[in-house]
C-alpha cells in the first residue's frame, strides 16, 4: 500500500499511462482491465473506481473471466514460497494467515490447489483479505464441487472484491466528490 493515497481529484486528471500505472495492478496482473476503465474518468468517488471496475468484469464473457482467474497466483504456492508474488498479493496472502502455515497445511493447500486447477484450467481466487486460512481451505474444498461456469462466475466476483480493497488502499476515499464540479 503507498505511504499515502492519491486523491479523487488527481485521479481525474490523470494520463492514460499515469492511470495504467498507478491502477494496472488492482486486477492482478491485468492492465487491461484499467485501460478500459480509464475512459470512465471522471469518477464521482472511490466506489465510482471500483463499480467502474466490476462492471468491466461483469461484462466479459466466461472466456474473459477465467482468462482473469488465470492470471491469479496459486495460494500459498510456489511464487509465495519463492518469495515472487506481487506486493499487494503478498501483504493479501500474509493478511490471510498463508505465510504462517504448517507443513500439512501446505500440503493440503498444494494439493486442492492442483485439483482445481486440473478441473477448472485456473487457480482458485478467494479475496484472502476477508479470509483466514482455515476458511480458505474449507471453501477450496467446497468450490471444488461446482461446475465450470459457477466457478469462473464466484472466482470473478471474488477478484472484484480483491480490486475494490486494492482501490481503496490508492485512492482517499476522503477526498471531495466530483459532483460539485461537474
Known amino acids: 500500500m503507498p505511504s499515502t493515497q492519491i486523491p479523487l481529484k488527481k485521479v481525474n486528471k490523470m494520463t492514460y499511462e499515469e492511470f495504467i500505472r498507478c491502477f494496472g495492478n488492482v486486477v492482478e496482473h491485468c492492465s487491461l482491465c484499467a485501460a478500459a476503465v480509464w475512459r470512465e474518468r471522471p469518477f464521482h468517488d472511490v466506489q465510482h473506481i471500483a463499480s467502474s471496475f466490476g462492471d468491466f468484469i461483469d461484462r466479459l464473457p466466461t472466456s474473459g473471466k477465467e482468462g482473469i482467474l488465470r492470471l491469479h497466483p496459486d495460494l500459498a504456492g510456489r511464487l509465495a514460497q519463492s518469495g515472487q508474488l506481487t506486493s499487494e498479493s503478498t501483504r493479501e496472502q500474509r493478511s490471510a494467515g ?34 483466514k486460512k482455515d476458511a480458505i481451505l474449507k471453501g477450496l474444498e467446497e468450490r471444488l464441487e461446482n461446475s465450470q461456469l459457477t466457478e469462473a462466475i464466484t472466482g470473478a466476483n471474488e477478484v472484484k472484491k480483491i480490486c475494490r480493497l486494492r482501490i481503496l488502499d490508492l485512492v482517499n476515499s476522503d477526498s471531495q466528490s466530483t459532483q460539485s464540479s461537474l
Do not use: H, T, W
Open 98 to 131: 498463508l505465510d504462517k502455515m504448517s507443513e500439512e497445511e501446505r500440503q493440503r493447500m498444494s494439493v486442492l490447489n492442483k485439483r482445481y486447477k486440473d478441473k477448472f484450467g485456473f487457480p482458485f481466487v478467494i479475496c484472502a483479505r476477508e479470509n
